[in-house]
Each structure stands twice: as structure tokens, then as C-alpha cells.
């Protein structure tokens, strides 16, 4: 218990700070005003006054309640709790673009604060960075939208609580506006062609591209970016090698609307030293095109992240490379989506592969793991001999957004509609809609975050055109149905460990064709899709991710803790491939190239199809969401396990799926997990897959297999499937037909 003189004392300084903090008696207004010199291009109108405001607490409901900080009077005041963090809030009617605040605080102020703004009151975004004060009267810029925008106060300056005589709230952009055009510039990466074009003229671009990689030892990793588009028309005689980083598509808005006579064409032979292997034949493209294939049969021997989409192959296609009896390796691919072969599919040495919605005359192959799902032509299920996997339907598709010009010689992104139980392909005539490129900012290598994130908040979309960005800041997606589109590869590589990119918990926002590169200081995240515990049903109008590629390593010497977090419900993530280097241009190793987790999945009613995630350093996929779904897992655990202990005490390392023991409802099929310990052949991975034990958790048609038999994965799902390498045997698969 105090004695009487220390609590006169406290008495006297409690009633003291009350007396500095008395405002002067009600008048005319005096409160600053936000003028268009202040920030560039904002409106002086105050769109918080006189608006319905809210407040985490209040000092005294009935004198400093929150409505007094949007009253226009100086000498009112809302005031907080004398506790940390606090908000205050107002609702502006509708939603607003938001340029710019200015506060007036009183002797009580945030000594930290960040402006947040929400469409509807429960899902929030930043609209400025943790920002620091000294009180009085201080303007900030904004960017964002929102119907509400609330100050969160994070730390107070003094020992009471946070007080605002007058909080003013400012529409507009803040900046010149960003031009725009139906008939943009595309950037020196970017080669078109009509019908008019010489032959040899397209062919001299196409093979000094392709040249330029052959056997060099830097193309894998290096900034080149190269995409070759067709305006409709057929084409003679046009033989495409596709390298690295390379995109040929078609410009029609069907596949049919651009034939090209020759091929299509991805072998091995290209890289120095190992000129009889495939499986490194990554990040490159075909869409939106159709190929009369020179002598019947095109060949597309790639490995991860080298998708074909909408095209049509008019005749056979294989997906092995060349000469394989004399010696030429295995190719490890691959995704086709939304495409036709009317002839025979070989997949050759393909070790797995994934074919979504799709039409074949035939298949002919299988080594590990065949996934189809909602593919007419395709095999009858009958895992794991041979090991076919089928589903009648792809439980929810939406087919990527693809670029096409119109009659009139201009350009928009096509953005299909969402199908349910899909199957075949969507063409001709894909349900949709489309935006004119007016609606995209098309940015360029040389734009700053600052500018992309100014695109953003203008209400644009953004049109990423092929090269490198890197990014000061994090690039903040706040609005619904906004399409964020990379052509050729476009890459994000973030600075000074910042997230890369977030996406806000709203409907229906499009995320494709993109390469996420980690910069050499820790991210905590590259891609984040929504809010953590938000959970917004979101099944009308998904958010999508499709073709986009995490890189932890090879060009650098890259950091992120996790690559891709989906929060949002019923998200799809449609083909990604997560990969912590295991070679590359810049060294790679246990502790310099280091990453965590590939994709941690929150949602709920999140589906994957077309799963690739590779050598991270935990647990590959995490998922945590209700009633998930996968079709199509392919993973290698990490090579590079230093030992036992190391990698993970108390248990054998660390499973590549893995779903929480808190799910009760959770569904994948068609699951491969490999280990090349070549570090240490004696590590062992206790199981490639871990799952609770409930009858609504299934896995159908998963296997292990041993590389070399260099390491062990002793069982396939918890404690069932027989363990890899098995005795006798070299590279043999171990299966498991369902769990449990």
C-alpha cells in the first residue's frame, strides 16, 4: 500500500496531464486541411467527417467517444484505454480510392501506427507502413481502397492512451495516374508475328533464342526472356525449339485461330556435359496454339514448370526425348491443360505426369505415376499396374487467363469462366469474359515496386512483361477480381527480405504466370493469398494460382522461409512448382540456400491440382485447412540432409504432405515422394506422407521410390506401404493403393 504522500504526488501528475490535455473551447474550425500540394493528385474533400466511427475503447463513452474525432471540431476529442494496441475506425459509406490522412493528435499520440482499410469491416490491409509520430499534426500518404479505414495504433508515446482531436480522410490516387493502352509496347523480349512475316525471318528469332542456351552452362539461371507470339493465321514451315524462360503461344482466341507446320519442339542436348538428359528441361511454355507436327509426332520432353495449355496437337505427341535407346536420360514433367492431341500420347521415360481437362486419341506409357483427371481418351484406372491414376472430373477448374487481339488489332486477357466436375477441353467458344489491356498497367523490368504497387491501388490490373523486377517493397493485391498476369516467365525477386507479394482475403482475384526468384536476405513468405484466420467463402468466385513457380536458390544464393501461404478459402492452385535448388549458377547447400515449407495451406475447401514441391528443408506442404484437396503430388525430399540429427530430433526427418492432425476432412490422389540423400545415404524419412487417422482423410494411389536407392523412406502413408529402396530392387516403386 502507497503512503499518503505518494499518492498526492500521483495525484498531482495524473491532474496536471489532464489540465495539458484540455482543448481550447469549441469555435470555428481550425483543423489542417490536406491540400493537393500535400499529396499530389488528393482531393481536399474530408470523406471522414461527420461519419459513422467506432473505437476499440473509449477513456469516457459520454466526452471522448469516437464520433468525436470525425466531428470537425478541434475542441473534441476521442480518446482510448490507457492500454496497447487501440483502434479507431469509420465507416466511409462506400468504398473509397484513398490517397492521404491527416491526424491531429492530442498530447496523448502513437508513438507507432499503421492505416488500415477494408472493404468490409473484418478483412483488413495495409494502406501505409508502420509509421512513426511526434504528435501535433501529421500528414500521410495512402494507398489503398476501402469502404472503412481504421488507425491501429500499435505503441503509445506517453502513459495514457491514444487521443485524436481530428481525424481527416482524403480520396483520390495521390499520383499522376498511370497511362494505359489497348496496344502497348511489350518490351524488347517479346517478338510478334502475322502471316506477313517471312518464314526465315521467324526462324532466325527462333533458333538465335534456342542457340544462344546451347551448351551453355549459364542459361539455366540467367535473366534471358524470350516470347515469340502469332497473330491467327497458319504458318509454314516453323520448327520452335523452346529453351529456357521461352514462351511461344498463339494470339488467336482459340488455339485453332494460329497453326503453325513443324514443331513445337523440347529435347534433351542443350546443356554442356550432359547432353543426354531431360529432366533439367524447366520453365518454358506452349499455349494457345495448334501444331501440324513435322512427320506426324511433336516432342515435348520437359521436366517442372514447363506447361502446355489450350493447344492443339494435330497428330501424335511424345513426351520423351529423343534417341532413348541410345542412352538419353529421363524426363521429370510435367502439366497439360485445356489442350487436344488427336493422335497418340507416348510419355516415353516420363517418371510422372499430370493431364487435366483435356481430349486425347490415345496414351501409350507409364513409369511411377500417370494422373489424369477429367481427360476424355485417357486410360481406365489402374494403379499401380500400370500406375494410372483417373478421376472422371477435375473437381473445380478455371482455365488460366491468356492474352488474344481482336479484329480491330487490339489487345485483351481472356479470363475463362469457373467449371465444376470439368472435363475436355474448354474450346472453341470457352465460357468468359475478357478485359482490354487498358485495364492492366503493362509494366516493365525496369519498374519500381512503388509503381506497380501505385498500379494496384489505381484500380488497375497488371500485365507483368518478360524480365526481372526487383522489389523494394511488397506488391499488395487489395481489390476483388483483380488479374495479376506475367508474360515469358516475368520474375519477382524481393530485396531485403520482403515478402514478394500478398494477396487480400477477396473474391475472385487471378495470380498467373509468374516466377517468384528469393533474394539473397530471408523472406518470411514469397506469395501470401488472404488473411490468416479469415475464413470468407469465397466458392462462386475463387481465387486462382496457376503456372507460378517458387525458386529458393540457383540464380542466387536465395532465402524464404516458406514460399507460398494460401489463407483464403476455396482457393485453386492450379500447377506450381515450389524448388529449393539443388544446383544452379550460385552455390547451393544445407545452410546457404534455405527454406522451410513449399505451400502451407489455412483455407478451407482449398484445391491443388498439379502439385510440384521439391527439397525443402521441413516439411514440404503443410495443410491446415478443412475439406482440402490434391490431385497430382510430385515431390523429392532434400538432398543435401547433412545427418540424421540435423535435419530433424526426435523423429526420422520430416514428411513431404503433410496434414494436420487437427483435419478432419482431407482427400489427394495420385502422390509421389523420392529420396537422393546423396550427402548421407544412411538418412532415413520415416514416412513421405503424414495423416490423421479419420475416416474422412483418404489418400489413393501414392508411392515412394528410393533414387539410386540412395536413402530411405521407410513407409509410404504413417506407418503403411512398404519401405523404399525395397530389397533386390534398384529405383523401384513402392505403392500404396489407398489409405486408409
Known sequence: MKNAATLMTLLTVALSACSSQTSAPAGPDTSPQLSAQTVTGCSTTNLAQGKSATASSTENAASLSAAAAVDNNTATRWSSAFSDAQWLQVDLGSSQQLCGVTIQWEAAYAKTFQMLVSNDGTTWTAASPVTSSTGGTQNLSLSGSGRYIRMNGLQRATQYGYSI????????????PLPTSDTPDFGPNVSIFDTSTPIATIQSKLDTAFNAQLRNPSAQFGDQRNVFLFKPGTYGRVWANVGFYTTVAGLGLNPDDVTLNGSINVDSGWVYGDEKNATQNFWRSAENIAVVPEGGTDRWAVSQAAPMRRVHIRGNLTMGPSNQDGGQ????????????????????????WYTRDSTLGSWSGSNWNMVFSGVGGAPAQSFPNPPYTVLGGTPVSREKPYLYIDSAGKYRLFLPSLRTNSSNATWPNTPGTSLPLSQFYVAKPSDSAATLNQALAQGLNLFLTPGVYHLSQTLNVTRANTVVFGLGF?????????????VADVDGVRIAGLLFDAGTVNSAALLTVGTSGSHINHAANPTTVQDVYFRIGGAVAGKATNSLIVNSDNTIVDHIWAWRADHGNSPTGWTVNTADTGMIVNGNAVLATGLFVEHYQKYQVVWNGQNGKTVFFQNEMPYDVPNQATWRSGAKGYAAYKVADSVTSHEAWGLGAYSYFNVDPTIHADRAIEVPNVAAVKIHDALTVSLGNVGFIDHVVNNAGPAAPQPGTNTQPSNLISYP
Open 329 to 352: 536420360g529421363y524426363s521429370s514433367g510435367g502439366f497439360i491443360a485445356d489442350s487436344k492431341v488427336d493422335g497418340q500420347v507416348t510419355s516415353g521415360s516420363q517418371q510422372q
Open 165 to 176: 482531436f481530428e481525424l481527416q480522410v482524403f480520396g483520390g490516387t495521390g499520383v499522376t
Open 490 to 502: 516475368a520474375t519477382l525477386v524481393p530485396d531485403n527480405g520482403v515478402n514478394a507479394m500478398s
